[in-house]
């Protein structure tokens, strides 16, 4: 006769060849079983007479037989019998399995057989440990793991209150701070009012001491003497372990069996003390997915508000965009009707360059533009161009002091194919290029005596020969020439043609030089150093009001050119805030020669740019008018401002008022203070 086993789909064979064999969870059982409703010491087969008779032990659910539940009863060929919820079933020996004695139960009962079995349920359990990170589903897996493993009637985890699963605790645990966050049967439904449920005396002594408590019989055990929870609940089986997290104490996990005595042995003690090991980890890896899902709402939430802080500060900046734009706009009706926004600058000399522009532009007749290197003829040129009536048409121009005569004939006039040597295709002039537009010839003065009467011709009948041909092209130009010499003087010297200059010079714009317009030069810097770190891919560096003060000082002789080269200079030497170190040695020394010590001091002890331009222009003015003796008409004239401008500024320093208490006279003797023109 064998017996066959059938638990979890799993089935096993064992010959019945011992006078009895033991059912149960236990290690010390024949047939050892794993279900958790298996009680430790379940049943007993007894052969009696070579008749098979089953006796339960006591068990928690008992022992039926084919169906029925029973005490002690003789079994047969055929029947069930149900322990736990595996099936024992009793059939003939017909294969001769196990006859040899103990070697037929070894799978059920040997020793390497069971820990092979203990071995691959605990390796199953730590795999679901560490893959499940939600802290609830996590402790209810604890708790049934850790019943399921020792054959446990009940299980709990207790947790402080205020930080459960979260980390270590601030303080030492208290039990009287403990919660039990899951509580569960062997069934796996939860329990309700677990706290009543369970020792808290017993817990808390694991607590305290950090060690694993084990009792066969609590009802019975001397450490529990007094503990009213121990009587109330008739605890036998009990096992409760500390959980530990970077070697803190966090909370407990506790087990016991209230119907069977002895059912948790050393062995159970050191698995339950290995499976604590494994839910610490899994404890630990909740709390930092925990944590990093908190960081990152917190990160979205930020990122939202900052979303919602850069669209509101978009808002903003469209909306002063469009305020900017509306002053700007009404600045440039003010300063003039045409855009020069190419230009910068807003002291009185630019502003008189702008308001004559008006007038050039909505003309179509030569202009001659008078300044010294650097002022900024062609740009000058070419706003004419741009905001004149030709504007959709060619702007061509060509400096005569760049090319001989020969060269500059041919730039000009164009020239048929072989008309010199190299001459190998034909080429359209820059006059003929020009038609309809506008021609921009810098340094005319420059031009030699047999150039100047070819212009003049063109000028006098819109018309000329194309050199090595004798075509004749018309054409319909407008020119536009610009000067650093004075073409006036070269007339009365006869080195420039008196014809050639009425004919180029019938409007004229005189362009300041940069030390006669110190106001704009604050202005230049910035936007000159703006367009150089524009252009070099680089952050804009600070330009202190001290940099700006000797920058101010500065007579300029290369002008707007000078102080451009000047700030791309300084984008390179200097990092992220320009010194008067980083200056160039002409800069720093013009400003030592234009400014006495201690004016050099007060300028670079000025809180800001406009009290070192107003005390510039303070300076300038007193020294124009002690010059002039004090006759503003003259002062005015020796600063390139108007005389109007020069009484605004007059009354806006209380220069004039200082200076008429003293008073001074004239060369005739009369009061001069406040003199007209002569």
């Known amino acids: 006769m064998r017996l066959t086993v059938i638990e979890d789909g799993v089935r096993a064979e064992l010959a019945l060849d011992k006078p009895a064999l033991t ?43 084919n169906g029925e539940r029973v005490e002690r009863q003789q079994v047969g060929l055929g029947d069930r019998i149900c322990v736990g919820g595996v099936d024992l079933i009793l059939e ?231 305020e900017l734009a509306v002053v700007r706009k009404e600045l440039d009706r003010e300063r003039s009707r045409y855009d020069y926004g190419q230009m910068v600058g807003a002291s009185d000399a630019i502003t008189a360059v702008f308001q004559t522009l008006d007038r050039v532009v909505e003309s179509d007749l030569p202009v001659l533009i008078h300044g010294e290197s ?58 003929e290029q020009a038609d309809g537009g506008t021609l921009f010839l810098d340094e005319i003065g420059d031009m030699s005596a047999e150039m100047q009467k070819k212009l003049l011709r063109v000028l006098q009948e819109g018309e000329f020969r194309v050199l090595g041909s004798d075509r004749t092209v018309k054409v319909d130009v407008r020119i536009l020439t610009a000067s650093h010499r004075n073409l006036e003087e070269m007339v009365r010297e006869g080195t420039f043609r008196e014809d050639l200059f009425y004919r180029v010079a019938v409007l004229s714009v005189d362009l300041p030089a940069l030390r006669d317009r110190r106001d704009d030069i604050p202005l230049l810097a910035e936007h000159l150093l703006l367009r150089a770190a524009r252009e070099a891919g680089r952050e804009v560096p600070t330009l202190p009001h001290d940099v700006v003060s000797v920058l101010c000082s500065h007579d300029w002789p290369g002008n707007v050119r000078e102080l451009e080269n000047e700030m791309r200079r300084l984008l390179v030497v200097a990092d992220d805030q320009i010194r008067v170190e980083h200056l160039s040695k002409s800069v720093v020394e013009g400003y030592g020669r234009q400014s006495s010590p201690a ?43 108007s005389r109007f401008a020069l009484q605004r500024k007059l009354d806006k320093y209380g220069i004039g008022k200082t200076r008429r208490r003293g008073g001074t006279k004239g060369a005739s003797g009369v009061d001069q203070t406040d003199g007209d023109d002569a």
């Open 92 to 322: 003939p020996d017909e294969s001769g399995v196990g006859t040899s004695g103990s070697g037929g139960s070894e799978t059920l009962t040997g020793g390497g057989g069971r820990d092979r079995e203990t071995l691959r349920a605990f390796a199953s359990i730590t795999r679901e440990l560490t893959s499940e990170v939600e802290l609830p589903r996590l402790l209810r897996l604890i708790v049934d793991s850790a019943v399921s493993l020792v054959g446990a009637e009940r299980g709990f985890v207790l947790l402080e209150e205020d930080a459960p699963g979260d980390g270590p605790p601030k303080a030492p645990l208290d039990v009287n701070r403990m919660s039990v966050s899951i509580a569960r049967n062997f069934d796996q439904s939860d329990i309700v009012v677990p706290r009543s449920r369970l020792s808290m005396g017993i817990a808390g002594r694991a607590i305290s001491t950090g060690l694993p408590v084990l009792s066969v019989n609590a009802s019975e055990d001397d450490r529990f003497d007094g503990m009213a929870s121990v009587e109330h609940l008739r605890l036998r089986s009990v096992m409760c372990l500390p959980i530990f997290l970077d070697r803190a104490t966090i909370g407990v996990l506790y087990v016991d069996n209230r119907l069977q005595r002895g059912a948790f042995g050393a062995n159970d003690l050191e698995l339950m003390e290995l499976f604590s090991g494994q839910a610490s980890c899994a404890l630990k890896n909740a709390r930092l997915v925990a944590s990093l899902r908190d960081q990152n709402r917190r990160v979205e939430a930020s990122r939202q508000q900052i979303e919602r802080l850069n669209e509101q500060l978009g808002r903003k900046v469209r909306d002063q965009g469009n």
């Open 374 to 431: 650097g002022t900024g003829k062609e740009l000058i040129a070419r706003a004419i161009h741009r905001n004149g009536c030709r504007r959709d048409k060619p702007f061509v121009t060509e400096n005569c002091a760049a090319l001989p005569d020969t060269l500059l004939e041919s730039e000009l006039f164009g020239h048929a194919r072989g008309a010199f040597t190299g001459a190998y295709r034909a080429k359209k002039g820059l006059l």
């Open 599 to 641: 004016a050099a001091g007060a300028i670079l002890e000025s809180g800001d740019i406009r009290s070192a331009v107003a005390d510039l222009e303070c300076r300038s003015i007193e020294a124009a008018l002690a010059q002039a003796g004090d006759n503003k008409s003259k002062a005015a004239s020796a600063l390139g401002i």
């Open 23 to 65: 059912v149960g969870r236990s290690v010390d059982n024949d047939i050892q079983l794993k279900s958790s409703r298996v009680s430790r010491h379940h049943t007993r087969i007894e052969l009696i007479e070579g008749a098979p008779w089953i006796v339960d032990l006591g068990s928690a659910n008992g022992t039926l037989v």
